[in-house]
């Protein structure tokens, strides 16, 4: 393979009309405003590259460049971003009925939460484009991971988030040098306002949700990594929180990439886009039938990176699970927080709210037979809990300094 090689990106294609754009020139939607997505020269790929030559590659994403945009490898950004732990839950599995459930945990990635794969590609495909600073309205994660990266790479950062998005995640943002902007509404009001901004500074790219190519690229990663860490098999199932839905999106991308190439072969795995009920546009849209959803009213969950009223990719997501067989429902923030406890005490996995409705999910599709039981189910868990220290409530006893700790809880103190 010549050393040159790097990447064998080779258009744009709009997702709606799939009219070609050129991806070396910096691009957001296409002309009908929809999102644009990176295409590959497979063939030469599936003549170049084998999964045991990406498999002695360093354990981060960018063992799959060839089928991510940057073109050269002088203009990667990394933090060591990728190839996060898939572990067994034998335990809260057996709990709930799958005894074959795992979890890919995105928690332990930069930033602690999965929005570090698309600003790891989407910074790094920027820069060698030129562009000296990214803007983007975020629900908090988001923002942090490409604060974070922009920093990494030299470039500025315009950041708007909702006043109620996590306060940590404000933090990450203001260390790493980021202009930050919190704004009283929602996600979609900090996007128009950042819009805004973008019009009147140059050199700088607005990196909203698929508004720009190549954060999903990033995102794809996690279905590479799926596979290669099941021994190039799909799992039956994969269940992922969506806002956005650029995960859901990706990994669907991803499959379809890897049969093309011959490294996946037999059915695709069941997708299951999990939203929270008080959030739950596609769930909704899935449920009518549409293809497209209808922005949601007064939107509201304590799983606050899925609180995105109306996707732009939503047509994409819905694609995605009915094109596997798959489906779409929405749990409480009661249920999600019990799960999040529930995966904690079995697992001794502190796992964000976001990731926590995929496990009440798989819960309540178990118990209406959804799930056999039998199936190899594997859920995204999408962040740290640690990042929402607020969803655990901390109510314990302060003992005085000549107190003691009771033999076991419950007992008084002396």
């Known amino acids: 393979m010549p050393a040159a090689f790097f990447s064998a990106l080779d258009h744009l294609e709009c997702s709606r009309t799939g009219e070609v754009s050129d991806p070396d020139v910096v691009q957001g939607t296409s002309a009908v405003g929809a999102p644009l997505l990176a295409r590959y020269d497979l063939e030469r790929v599936r003549a170049t590259v084998t999964r045991e030559e990406i498999a002695g590659r360093a354990p981060d994403l960018w063992r799959y460049h060839e089928l991510l945009p940057v073109r050269d490898a002088r203009h990667v950004v990394s933090l060591g971003e990728g190839m996060t732990p898939m572990l067994d839950l034998p335990r809260y599995g057996a709990s709930v009925g799958v005894p074959g459930l795992r979890m890919k945990d995105e928690g332990l990635i930069p930033t602690g939460s999965f929005k570090a794969r698309g600003a790891a590609v989407g910074v790094s495909r920027a820069a060698e484009l030129g562009v000296t600073g990214i803007a983007m309205?975020?629900?908090?994660?988001?923002?942090?991971?490409?604060?974070?990266?922009?920093?990494?790479?030299?470039?500025?950062?315009?950041?708007?988030?909702?006043?109620?998005?996590?306060?940590?995640?404000?933090?990450?943002?203001?260390?790493?040098?980021?202009?930050?902007?919190?704004?009283?509404?929602?996600?979609?009001?900090?996007?128009k306002l950042v819009a805004a901004a973008v019009a009147e500074r140059e050199g700088y790219q607005e990196v909203?949700?698929?508004?720009?190519?190549?954060?999903?690229?990033?995102?794809?990663?996690?279905?590479?990594?799926?596979?290669?860490?099941?021994?190039?098999?799909?799992?039956d199932v994969i269940l992922y929180p969506?806002?956005?839905g650029v995960g859901i999106i990706g990994i669907h991308k991803a499959l379809l990439e890897m049969r093309e190439l011959g490294w996946l072969t037999g059915d695709l795995p069941r997708l299951v886009a999990v939203q929270a009920t008080g959030c739950a546009p596609i769930v909704d849209a899935f449920e009518r039938g549409d293809r497209e959803s209808v922005a949601a009213v007064d939107a509201r969950t304590v799983a606050f990176g899925i609180t995105v009223p109306k996707a732009l990719g939503d047509?994409?997501?819905?694609?995605?699970?009915?094109?596997?067989?798959?489906?779409?429902?929405?749990?409480?923030?009661?249920?999600?927080?019990?799960?999040?406890?529930?995966?904690?005490?079995?697992?001794?996995?502190?796992?964000?709210?976001?990731g926590a409705a995929c496990f009440a999910a798989v819960e309540r599709l178990r118990a209406s037979g959804w799930l056999r039981g039998d199936e190899n189910v594997v859920v995204l868990n999408t962040g740290s809990g640690l990042k929402y220290p607020e969803t655990v409530p901390v109510d314990v006893p302060t003992l005085p300094v000549h107190g003691r700790i009771p033999a076991r809880r419950g007992d008084a103190t002396a």
């Open 208 to 235: 909203s949700t698929l508004k720009e190519p190549y954060r999903l690229e990033g995102k794809k990663t996690m279905g590479y990594e799926i596979a290669e860490q099941l021994g190039w098999r799909a799992p």
């Open 315 to 354: 047509f994409l997501v819905l694609d995605a699970v009915r094109e596997t067989e798959g489906t779409a429902i929405a749990v409480s923030d009661e249920e999600l927080l019990a799960a999040q406890a529930a995966v904690a005490r079995a697992e001794g996995a502190f796992i964000c709210p976001e």
């Open 242 to 244: 969506t806002g956005g």
């Open 137 to 191: 309205p975020t629900n908090g994660n988001a923002g942090a991971a490409w604060s974070v990266y922009a920093a990494r790479a030299g470039m500025r950062s315009l950041i708007a988030m909702p006043v109620d998005a996590p306060e940590i995640t404000r933090t990450e943002c203001v260390v790493s040098g980021a202009e930050l902007y919190l704004v009283d509404g929602l996600i979609g009001d900090a996007g």
